[in-house]
């Protein structure tokens, strides 16, 4: 029993990266339709840029301003790539090539600046102190990945609900001309988009800088795991999105009580070609059929 409390620990701690991964392409899936697969690289600059500023800046510093300059390299990639194709009548899978594209060149730009070694950024007493949780513990960078990612999710879903802003990127999802009737650019409410999202995965990546090092091709991993949240979450859902990767996160820990470390993401994604295969709108659209099936 206390192994099974410890591994829903260790789960919520994965679920949280998964989570902010994940509720940023929704976010930015939802708004614009982009198959954003570059998000992966951004997650990826989250961690590259602390590892690197930390031999200049104060830690703090240093991941303040690496998060701010993965939400750049978020926001130059749709002003510079995105749009301009968009104009000139590029979409779907055009977009989605040159996205993959973005990613490759990033993750090599990384890769030879740094090789195949971990990226590990010095966090300091974060990672070596220890939270006790009855007879289970957690070290405190862990605890506040947690905290961090319910605020800035809380965070997310108040902006989206109750600013102005929040509202007119809800309305762009639907209908980006309607945004410039009521006198506000698209082109700034998706600069917004591409922000928020980018922030979000900057932050997970800074975090697996600090816990386990950033390395060549953890950011897709991460980013397959939170597009399978996000399908399962049900597309254009923030919340089912969030869910599901924290579910995910779960999952993956608890799994270990039956196989190896190197099974669980391949067992999940057996699961979730099961799941879609049942149901390709997710979690969601199940609890409808069964509703409906009750009434």
Same mark, same amino acid.
Do not use: C
């Given at each position: ?40 690289? *951004? ?23 690496? *998060? ?13 790539? @995105? ?58 960078? %862990?605890? $506040? ?19 102005? !802003?929040?509202?007119?990127? %809800? ?8 945004? %410039? ?13 591409? $922000? ?10 800074? @975090? ?5 090092? !950033? %390395? ?27 869910? $599901?990767? !924290? ?49």
């Amino acid at each position: 029993m206390d192994l099974f409390v410890q591994l829903l620990l260790n789960g919520l701690v994965a679920g949280s990266l998964y989570a902010l991964v994940a509720v940023g392409f929704a976010l930015i899936f939802a708004a614009t339709r982009h198959f954003h697969i570059a998000h992966a690289a *951004v997650f990826a600059a989250g961690g590259y840029f602390a590892y690197f500023l930390a031999d200049l800046l104060p830690v703090g510093s240093a991941i303040a301003a690496a *998060v701010l300059l993965s939400v750049v390299l978020g926001v130059l990639l749709v002003v510079f790539l @995105y749009r301009p194709l968009e104009r000139r009548g590029g979409a779907g899978f055009v977009l989605f090539l040159v996205s993959l594209g973005a990613l490759i060149v990033i993750d090599n730009i990384f890769t030879v600046g740094l090789g195949a070694r971990p990226a590990r950024l010095d966090a300091g007493g974060w990672f070596s102190t220890t939270v006790d949780i009855g007879r289970w513990s957690l070290i405190a960078g %862990q605890v $506040a990945l947690i905290v961090v990612a319910f605020v800035l999710f809380g965070g997310l879903v108040t902006l989206l609900a109750r600013t102005r !802003m929040g509202k007119l990127v %809800q309305a762009f999802s639907g209908n980006p001309e309607f945004v %410039q009737i009521v006198g506000r650019k698209p082109q700034v409410v998706l600069v917004v988009v591409y $922000a928020l999202g980018s922030l979000l995965a900057a932050v997970a990546g800074v @975090y697996v800088a600090a816990d386990t090092g !950033m %390395q060549p091709g953890l950011g897709e991993t991460f980013f397959i795991v939170s597009v399978m949240a996000v399908i399962i979450g049900g597309i254009g859902s923030i919340t089912g999105a969030f869910v $599901a990767a !924290m579910l995910l996160g779960l999952l993956e820990n608890i799994l270990l009580l039956v196989m190896g470390a190197e099974w669980t993401l391949a067992a999940i994604f057996v699961l979730f070609l099961v799941l879609i295969t049942v149901s390709p709108e997710g979690l969601a659209k199940i609890n409808l059929r069964r509703a409906r099936a009750s009434a």
